[in-house]
């Protein structure tokens, strides 16, 4: 059974940093993808930044490009989102997700509880 624990949200100001962690267990993630979603207060959860496990390719959400990282630890089965610039419309609960088909534009299978950002003006 995998497993995705978030960690790292929090209150910032507008223009500051957070990095996000996501800890996975129970599987080999070598094919796997592995993604990165939000949902604001009253709004449908959307994609934000995916990679693949066994290359490290990259796909963004045309808003976060430039100002998000994503990338991924192998030793230590942690995706992590560095994200710089942060902006009010950044805030949401953020979501771990994987799926076991290394499609970063498809659909996901497990997910995390979530951890929420707060981005202050």
């Known amino acids: 059974q995998v497993q995705l624990v978030e960690s790292g949200g929090g209150l910032v100001q507008a223009g500051g940093s957070l990095r996000l962690s996501c800890a996975a267990s129970?599987?080999?993630?070598?094919?796997?993808?592995m993604g990165w979603f939000r949902q604001a207060p009253g709004k449908e959860r959307e994609f934000v930044a995916a990679?693949?496990?066994?290359?490290?390719?990259?796909y963004y959400k045309d808003s976060v490009k430039g100002r998000f990282t994503v990338s991924r630890d192998s030793a230590k089965n942690t995706m992590y989102l560095q994200m710089n610039n942060l902006k009010p419309e950044d805030t949401a609960v953020y979501y771990c997700?994987?799926?076991?088909?290394?499609?970063?534009?498809?659909?996901?299978?497990?997910w995390g509880q979530g951890t929420q950002v707060t981005v202050s003006s």
């Open positions: 990679i693949r496990w066994s290359d490290s390719y990259t």
């Open positions: 129970g599987r080999t993630f070598s094919s796997y993808a």
């Open positions: 997700a994987a799926n076991n088909r290394a499609l970063v534009a498809g659909s996901y299978d497990y």
